[in-house]
């Protein structure tokens, strides 16, 4: 019997001390913000590949490898630092055809190119495709002021949610007071332009466009969520 009195006292003074701290809490406000930095890019990732086909694998691969070479060769030759450009895939796929009944083999090899001067684009990718490269996967922008325009997104995503947060207390006819909590919910992604593999076949530099890339504009963004005092 005691046992069961003394539960019911610490239920009781739990209960209770619980509804006191509720009641003396300060009432909040949350709200979130965004903020945009649109930016003109000055850098580009591309992906780029080459690929052969044929019923041999050692000799699909070797025609493959010698393009690779004369790829990373015409890089060296246009003074494009080692540390810019990297393989990324590399495939040896043998394939049967079921009309023909007979296999071949595929010869793939992708590398990403970090492009830190984009009007160097067009004439860069005019030798590449001389060297042998036959795919451009796809032309991913970016800004070499990342860091600068991310700082001035965030400014705006916290003034944002203080305009939030002063037009929500005003309707109700009250101030907000000091931040209690900030955190921020900001993803960074870099949107690709993604393309079709496009494939060249025996294409040579004087049968390229001189202006193929429509470079526009990409959007930093900064969100943030914030809580402030309700007075």
């Known amino acids: 019997m005691k046992k069961i009195a003394l539960l019911v006292f610490v239920f009781v003074t739990t209960l209770a001390s619980a509804q006191a701290t509720q009641q003396n809490q300060q009432p909040q406000i949350n709200v979130s913000g965004e903020g945009k930095i649109m930016v003109t890019p000055d850098r580009a990732d591309i992906t780029i590949g080459v690929e052969n086909t044929g019923a041999d694998a050692a000799d ?81 922008f970016k800004t070499s002021k990342q860091a600068q325009y991310e700082s001035e997104a965030r400014i705006k995503a916290v003034e944002q949610a203080k305009q939030k947060a002063n037009d929500y207390a005003g309707a109700l006819g009250q101030k907000i007071g000091k931040p209690i909590t ?17 494939k060249f076949e025996d294409a040579s530099a004087a049968d390229m466009p001189k202006e193929t890339l429509a470079i526009g504009e990409i959007t930093i963004t900064a969100n943030v969520n914030i809580s402030f005092e309700l007075n």
């Open 60 to 140: 699909v691969k070797k025609k493959n490898d010698a393009a690779i070479d004369a790829v990373i060769k015409y890089l060296k030759s246009i003074k494009l630092p080692s540390e810019d450009y990297q393989t990324q895939r590399v495939n040896l796929n043998r394939n049967y055809d079921y009309n023909k009944k007979k296999y071949s083999y595929v010869a793939s090899q992708t590398i990403v190119i970090h492009l830190k001067d984009i009007s160097k684009y067009d004439a860069m990718m005019m030798g590449l495709v001389d060297a042998g490269v036959n795919n451009i996967e796809g032309v991913q």
């Open 182 to 198: 900030v955190t921020d919910n900001t993803q960074s992604y870099y949107p690709p332009v993604m393309m079709r593999a496009m």
